[in-house]
């Protein structure tokens, strides 16, 4: 069974562009959450994708935007990068609504450096 | 308000002795699930327990154990006789049964083993 897996592993991006990060789940689980965590810090919560639909966001701006496709894997978008948008990026992924009732399993996340 | 509190920024011990990770949450739900993650230095967060509200039975797993008391809301997570391989960081998190998704994290504690 393929665990979680997140590409790029690392990468390198201007103030102001645009980035695509992409997760692609556990096998058979049908919803994608996003972190962030920034240095030093425990990650906060972006968004939730579950069966194609948003399903609950956190305090993030709206260029913060993300997709979950027929396959259950999930884009997530940065558009107008700021400095503070570096960070690595976590996505996990569960059997159903996750949180509360099934466990997410994270995968190794993207780190995102805006320079 | 909901709230994760790891006071213990970094703790270091030599191996094998017994060390305990403090965690104390705020929620005003009732139905509240608590978690505990390891984040090595590959950064993929590893989930370790989860508990719900109403199970305050304490668990072990192996060398690890978790107190679960609600009266002082905390959910501490102890490791009996230590090993190098245990050094990380480690977090705790919450979620409530009303906020399906979201996982609340602590700041998280870094643990490192001496041998």
């Known amino acids: 069974e393929t665990g979680v897996t997140q590409s790029p592993t690392h990468l390198i991006k201007t103030r102001g562009q645009q980035v695509t990060l992409r997760c692609s789940s556990q096998s058979g689980h049908n919803t994608v959450s996003w972190y962030q965590q920034a240095l030093g810090q425990g990650p906060q919560f972006i968004f939730q994708?579950?069966?194609?639909?948003?399903?609950g966001r956190g305090n993030f701006p709206p260029r913060f935007s993300g997709l979950q496709f027929p396959n259950y894997s999930s884009e997530l978008n940065v558009n107008a990068l700021e400095l503070d948008d570096s960070a690595l990026y976590l996505c996990?992924?569960?059997?159903?609504?996750?949180?509360?009732?099934?466990?997410?399993?994270f995968g190794p996340g993207t780190r995102l450096t805006v320079t | 308000a909901q709230k994760v509190t790891q006071a213990q920024t970094e703790i270091s011990v030599v191996e094998k002795e017994d060390v305990t990770l403090d965690c104390v949450y705020e929620?005003?739900?009732?139905?509240?699930?608590l978690f505990w993650y390891k984040q090595p230095p590959s950064g993929e967060l590893v989930f370790l327990i989860r508990r719900n509200s109403f199970d305050e039975q304490n668990e072990i797993s192996g060398r690890y154990s978790w107190n679960f008391q609600k009266s002082t809301s905390s959910f501490n997570f102890t490791i009996t006789a230590s090993q190098v391989v245990d050094s990380a960081v480690y977090f705790c998190a919450l979620s409530e049964a009303s906020n399906t998704g979201k996982l609340i994290f602590g700041q998280g504690t870094t643990l490192q083993v001496k041998p």
């Open positions: 929620t005003r739900d009732t139905t509240y699930y």
């Open positions: 994708y579950y069966r194609e639909e948003e399903n």
């Open positions: 996990a992924s569960s059997l159903g609504l996750a949180g509360a009732y099934y466990e997410q399993y």
